[in-house]
């Protein structure tokens, strides 16, 4: 199977003391994206699974992400990613105790979506973790599966036109 090319963006370090600043990267993101890319295919934001709760300052980053790039990012091209889950008998028996499972997590995302007016009530929720060391056939199995369900999704969306992101400064 031949592989298509692809560019992956990882974003700065957002949301934490110097407003002004984020938005100063944020822009210069999106110009980059504006005059180098025609569009995007997928938005993966990857969340820490470690971290249960959908805090302000998550709230804060969908604010942000919808004034950028629209509320049809969440409805058509992005995928959550929960990294640090893992698929070992103690983590899994830890959130069974907590009700922090993988539906309460995608219920949760897509709860907190619906608030700020997104449609689509199922955004797709992929939950991995890296191999560290010796792994179990259980961790192995769930991570390949999961990595595979994360391809099938990078693959299915439909382009998202650049020229419609929007600055978080005055600049269109």
């Not at 539906?103 to 709860?111: C, H, L, M, R, T």
Request: a neutral charge; glycine letters at 4%; charged letters at 25%.
């Amino acid at each position: 199977e031949s592989q298509e090319p692809f560019c992956l963006i990882d974003t700065p370090g957002l949301f934490a003391h110097d407003r002004n600043r984020e938005n100063e990267i944020l822009d210069q993101m999106i110009s980059e994206l504006k005059t180098k890319v025609q569009h995007v295919n997928t938005f993966a934001i990857v969340l820490n699974g470690t971290n249960p709760r959908f805090d302000q300052s998550r709230k804060q980053m969908i604010r942000v992400f919808m004034k950028i790039f629209g509320s049809q990012m969440f409805e058509t091209n992005t995928v959550f990613i929960i990294s640090h889950w893992h698929y070992n008998k103690s983590s899994i028996e830890t959130r069974k105790r907590t009700h922090q499972d993988e539906v309460s997590k995608i219920n949760g995302i897509n709860e907190t979506l619906k608030e700020f007016g997104v449609k689509n009530s199922s955004v797709p929720v992929i939950f991995i973790d890296s191999k560290y060391g010796k792994v179990d056939s259980v961790e192995e199995e769930k991570l390949n599966s999961n990595l595979d369900e994360l391809n099938r999704y990078l693959k299915s969306f439909s382009p998202y036109l650049s020229k419609h992101f929007k600055f978080l400064t005055s600049k269109d």
